[in-house]
């Protein structure tokens, strides 16, 4: 079982910068692939990054590349979406996941809300 706290949400205006970050619960962090999704109102819920349990391997969206940072620190449980550049299409709830690298289960957080201002 593994519990994930996401934070760092916020309002920012246009053009900012945000760094979201998300805490795991448990002792095997390193054996989670990790990533951000988020989902904006009316919308499905989207795929933004993800990273490889040892941190290799970023993966983006096309919407979001060269502009969003995925990193994480497997001595302290977290991984972080750094977010520049901000856009108002950037709006969304965003959510963390953790996916087992062998059992393929996966688990959410509960979200944390960004709102980008024009």
């Known amino acids: 079982q593994v519990q994930l706290v996401e934070s760092g949400g916020g309002l920012v205006q246009a053009g900012g910068s945000l760094r979201l970050s998300c805490a795991a619960s448990?002792?095997?962090?390193?054996?989670?692939?990790m990533g951000w999704f988020r989902q904006a109102p009316g919308k499905e819920r989207e795929f933004v990054a993800t990273i490889s349990r040892s941190g290799g391997s970023p993966r983006y969206a096309d919407s979001v590349k060269g502009r969003f940072t995925i990193s994480r620190d497997n001595a302290k449980n977290t991984v972080y979406l750094q977010m520049n550049s901000l856009k108002p299409e950037d709006t969304a709830v965003y959510y963390c996941?953790?996916?087992?690298?062998?059992?393929?289960?996966?688990?959410w957080g509960q979200g944390t809300q960004v709102t980008v201002s024009s």
């Open positions: 996941n953790a996916e087992h690298v062998v059992t393929t289960r996966k688990y």
């Open positions: 448990g002792r095997t962090f390193s054996s989670y692939a």
